[in-house]
């Protein structure tokens, strides 16, 4: 398993809070394949160095968790916007109920729990969740760096 530290740009805290809105579709986009997924977890920050299992995950160290319940992913495309990198992410609404039910016990374990977000082998976010959020749209900010579509292909299973 890989952990890229440098994907701290990975802003998902606020763009999480956009679930309930709807993504716009892009035209001329290609619709994505069946099958797709996001691995979600709970688990709590660490001290570098304090546990083997505490590993970087941009700004934060989080324990890395023995398992990661799988949100389907219906729909991914890049969002076009010229303000930021981004993907924009339908959930299924099995998904959506694993996003529900995870952020819901995010939120309530407190400040120094976070919400990991595993696309392919890398946990790509850990983020703090003030409230639980409903809805199956998810916008997924990336650091200038990262290439969108290479994301969108991760979620896809491509």
Known sequence: MTFRADHFALVVLVSLALCGCSAAAV???????????IELAVSETCVEGSDPQ???????????PPAFEQAGVEDAVVNESPQHNAVDVTLTSEGAA????????AAQA???SRLLLKIGD???AAVEVI????GDQVTIALSPEED???VVDLLRGI
């Open 110 to 112: 407190g400040g120094e």
């Open 122 to 124: 890398e946990i790509r």
């Open 27 to 37: 035209p001329g986009a290609t619709p994505a394949l069946a099958g797709g997924m």
């Open 148 to 150: 969108p579509q290479e």
């Open 98 to 105: 694993v996003l529900s039910n995870l952020t819901d016990e």
């Open 54 to 64: 505490c590993t970087a995950v941009g700004s934060d160290f989080v324990l890395v």
């Open 131 to 134: 409230e639980p959020l409903n």
